[in-house]
């Protein structure tokens, strides 16, 4: 069986009771293979309760972040306790607003990712260069760094909870977009890594999403190639685009 195609919205910090009502009821309304593509979004954490309430079950719901301990003095953070009494099942980690505006580490970022797996959750983990990077070749230099971080505190098997989203840097927000050739140039370069560093068996079944202005118009084309499995969207997963990409992924 080949990889399940995953659609992912990142919400980032958006969103209003009407918005969860308006962007809720686009997905309900809409319909998908289930056993074909596994849609997941990630609402600001005020909004997550209200969302699985309103998210019909196919619906997969993430946090955008979380903390490496369950509970203590940490203000503003969140907490896997959090998201498993509120039926959250996703996390997104080691985005790259998180990494840049932020200043988590490469280091913070696996240790999160580590121990949301140990806590039951599933990881969407981030991984991208900036452009200064890119244009300097660094591309795969930066990228397997940042998958080396992570492969160094997980065992084989907890690969199996992990979603790696490619997100160039360049490419978020900026209206700017990788060409198709270009994504699978990154995905198939992570996809060997995982082959050497961690095994082949988790290099054929991980999947690996792009990120970077996904939209209607050019999702088509990245989804046909090889090893793009799924996308992490953002501006898109605010308007009527996000069920477009469902349904165009629906109809291949």
Partial sequence: MGRKFLVGGNWKMNGSKALVETLVGNLN???????????VIAPP???LDLVRSKAKKEVAVSAQNIYFEKKGAFTGENSSEFLKDLSITWTIIGHSERREIFKESDEVTAKKVAFALAEGLNVMACV???LEEREANQTTAVVFRQLKAIADVLKPEDWDRVVVAYEPVWAIGTGKVASPQQAQDVHAEIRSWLAA?????VA????????????????GDLQSQEDIDGFLIGGASLTGDFVTIINTRSSA
């Fill in 29 to 39: 309304s809409a319909s998908w293979n289930p056993d074909q593509i596994e849609v």
């Fill in 45 to 47: 954490a005020p909004y």
């Fill in 128 to 130: 991208g260069e900036k």
């Fill in 197 to 201: 560093n961690v095994s082949e068996s």
């Fill in 204 to 219: 054929h079944a991980t999947r690996i999403l792009y990120g970077g202005s996904v939209g209607a118009k050019n999702s």
